[in-house]
């Protein structure tokens, strides 16, 4: 699989785009006024402590308060609180725990005003940035994440990734984690460190340990609330998380910022620098690779897929509903089953795309088309795992129900990102769908008629006359490209008299010969 990162920059924000094999899976912002980011670490103050909750509200600078329930403080909580208190006088320097004491850990069913008081300071993480009307979700167990592996103060547990699926490798990571796992620190191997050897493994083990370090010297005499270590920029966290040998190529327009992620992949992938590229073009960045157009026929209500089936995304608070659609979608040689397969499958490859793409967290509910046999349940809930298996963000998956019903849960950690694609309607007033989305609609129609029946004569397309020039423009037009791609030639008739967004297809069938 072919892996690109594309990275526009402007004054203010920084867009990145991740492409598989040219199909946009992940985009993500990040915005210069963001300053809470899931990993960033916070000296906080505690507010008010809910006994009846079990929780605690934490001041960490945002205006509502964060929310710490006890069963977020982690095992070794009174350990780190032990550590602030000696690290803020400034006097103590001994960051590595070498001969630091811990305290015993705290009873899984205590109660949270016996760890912690009000007034309290306290080191918290960002687990769940704020949303809605909700406040950041909080959690004092805190980790640093590495390139192979996560390291966590105050535990002396060694794990490795469920997604590493062979006992003896999972058993050789341990031995060699345990082998340079500094006293005082727990370590989580990463399913990128499959196959890593042990100095690979060091390294990194040494950037988070001194990330560890100028977290702890930023501690004394500090004013809380405030950010004491952040996560790192969005492109070095992608980076971090996914890179692997299936990245050919990062492109940005930003040059400052190329020599940033050149520096980072030196770290952290030796060897790969020379994939990093300056984007030099007169064409916009996201425009040269497809990108916007991806966007435009990518977010909405409706997403349209191949062969003429689609998607229709509804949304509430906490639950989103996606119901699969065949449309006019037909094949002879196919019975009802078989078709319904089909469509399920080509589904579930773009549900798992577009649950990356949108970030869609909480509860999912897809509506597949209902099949009679269970052997092509199993399929399809197989093939929505596989697809799924790229998504980074922690999920899981119910087989379907007999009604063809599929649920997911997704791990909710930002807000759901939500792109306008509708524009203002030229004739009146009110929105219509981007053009470039009737573009789509109108070339999988053609493709439908085309497959199912071979013997058309003449296929005559009509449509409003600023789509007719915009689909005939130049000598590579879009209709030139149908003629390549199908062997034939697509008229197309300008209509006065119809609505911007308004196309009808004539067709015209060859003359049987008896």
Known sequence: MKTELIIRSNSSDIDFALLRDGRLTELNKETSDNKFSVGDIFLAKIGKVMTGLNAAFVNVGYPKDGFLHYHDLGPQVQSLNKFIKKVSTGNYKEFTLKNFRPENDINKDGKINDVLKSGQNLLVQIVKEPISTKGPRISSELSIAGRFLVLVPFSNRVSVSQKIADPKEKERLKKLAKSIKPKGFGLILRT??????????????????????????????????????????????????????????????????????????EEISPGKESIVKLHKSDTPIFEKYGIERQIKTSFGKTVSMSKGAYLVI???????????????????????????????????????????????????VVDFIDMKTSENRQKLYQHLKDAMSLDRTKHKILPPSKFGLVQITRQRVRPELEIKTREPNPNKNGEVEAPIVLVEKIEAELERLINNDKNYKEITLNVHPFIAAYLTKGVNSIRFKWFVQHKKWIKILPRDAYQYLQYKFFLKKKKTVK
């Open 192 to 265: 990128v460190a499959q196959g890593k050897k042990v100095a690979e493994l060091d390294k990194d083990l040494q950037n988070s340990l001194d990330r560890w370090e100028t977290l702890c010297n930023s501690i004394a005499n500090q004013n809380t609330p405030t950010k004491i270590l952040g996560e790192l920029n969005r492109a070095s966290s992608i980076l971090r998380d996914v890179m692997n040998d299936s990245f050919t190529s990062i492109v940005t327009n930003d040059e400052t910022l190329m020599i940033e992620i050149k520096e980072y992949l």
């Open 314 to 364: 509804e949304h509430t608070e906490a639950l989103h509903v996606i119901d699969v659609n065949s449309g006019n979608r037909s094949n002879k040689a196919l019975s009802q089953e078989e078709t319904a397969l089909e469509v399920n499958l080509i589904s579930a490859t773009e549900i798992a795309r577009q649950l990356q793409l949108r970030d869609m967290g909480g509860i999912i």
